[in-house]
Every structure is written in C-alpha cells, then in structure tokens.
C-alpha cells in the first residue's frame, strides 16, 4: 500500500504537541515606558499584562513599591486577595480586574490617589514555571488652591505678611513680590503635608508701607506649568 503522507502529517503533529507541552510556559510582562499621569483624589489604573495574553487567573500577581522595602501595594495568590500584610496606606484602595485577569491583564486600579502614590511600583507575575517582573512609574499631580495672605501685624520696623497655599504636588515654589512684579526677599518656606499628602507651602516676609502698599503672593509649580496668584493691599492706618 502507497504511503499517502498522512503517517508522516500525524507524526508532525504529534512532535508539535510534544514541544508545545514540555516546554514552560513562558510569559513577558508589559507595562507603560512612560510614567502614568495621576490626578490627586481620582483614581487611577497601573497597566501591567502578560504577552502572550494567557490567562493569569491561576498566578500569583504582586505589586510592590520597590522605593520603599517593598512594601506590598496588593498581592493576588491562590485565586484570592492575599493582603493581612498590605501596607496601611493602600487599605480599601486597590484592586485588580477579575474579567480582565483571564485574559492575562494584571493591571491595578487605585483609588482616591493621594501624594504618597508617586513613585514606583513593581509588577511581578509568576506561574509554577515562570515569573518576571516590570516597573511602572506613577506621577502624582495636583495643583493648589489660591494662596491665601493673612497680616501678622507690626514687627521688626514692618508689617508682617503671611501667605499659604495648599494641595499642591509636587512641591510648588513660593514668591513674595512688590507692586511692580519684583521678587521682596522673604523668610524660609516652610512646607507641611496635609491628609492627603498633598504639600501646604507657607511663606512670611516683612514689608515697609510705601506709595501702593499692594503686595503680590505667587505660588508656581514649574513641572505642572500651573501658578496661582493673590494680590493683598495693605489697609491705610
Ligand atoms: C487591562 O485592563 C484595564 C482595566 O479594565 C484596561 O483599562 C486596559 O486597557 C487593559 N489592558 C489590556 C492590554 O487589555
């Protein structure tokens, strides 16, 4: 009898079965080569998925903060929500898409972004034959309130000025200046977090009574191209 090849098409088949099998499954992670944009109070996701896009349901996914020992941000193992030793400040805060964790998308949603989010994060993926790991980078961003000035009254030959402005990330810049736009040498800024972690930046100068006795309290924050502005006049006597 003729050989009709088909002998030699179930061998193939079978070979490729063989390999397909004893071979781990290998995975790459994916993740964003720029830093992802987070506004302050909303929330936000961290990409990270596998390629090819097998399903991740049965691995263990942990994110970490590699900038701060590791602290563990979620930890995902044995089909459950690992987190008894979740870092406080992500309590209630995170999770992942179980849809979506199927399709090999381990990425993480976070909610109600505060200043301590900003920086890295660690997304590490691993099977019974296999792991890797990839970083994603988070920017915090939050402009400020405009500043307000408060008069602290007579001192040192002048009048006190105080101006604070707060719920600004990153760290914004403080400038007193005269009524004709020029910088007025000014005490240390003094910078405080509030509950959010956002930045509060207050500034006192010390300023003599002149023709317009208006004085300008301007907060700029470079990175986020953003500035706020208070004007303050100086009541007469
Ligand atoms: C992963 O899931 C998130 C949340 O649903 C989604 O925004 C993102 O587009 C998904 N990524 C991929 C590659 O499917």
Known sequence: MK??????????????????VSRPERFQILVPADPV????????????????????????VEWVRPDSADA?????????????????SYRGRTALFPEELKKGNASLRLTGVRGS??????CFIQSQLWYEDAFVSVR???VGI??????EGYREGGIGLLCESKGWYPE??????????????????????????LFIVR???????????????????KQLKQEKETEFHIPGE
């Open 172 to 197: 914004p810049e403080l400038i007193w200046l005269d009524s004709e736009g020029h910088s007025l040498p000014a005490g240390p800024t003094e910078t405080l977090r509030d509950s959010m972690d």
């Open 140 to 142: 915090v961003r939050a």
């Open 146 to 151: 405009e500043p307000v000035i408060s008069m």
């Open 203 to 221: 500034r006192s100068v010390i300023v003599q009574k002149g023709d317009t006795n208006r004085f300008s309290c301007q907060v700029l924050q």
């Open 3 to 20: 050989g009709d090849g088909s002998e030699y098409l179930c061998l193939i088949i079978l070979l490729l079965h063989q390999t397909s």
């Open 117 to 122: 989010d900003d920086g890295q994060y660690k």
């Open 37 to 60: 944009v987070a506004d302050a109070g909303e929330d936000v996701v961290l990409p990270c998925y596998l390629e090819p896009s097998i399903s991740a349901e049965d691995m263990e």
């Open 72 to 88: 563990l941000v979620y930890l995902y193992l044995d089909r459950e929500n690992k987190n008894e030793k979740q870092s406080p």
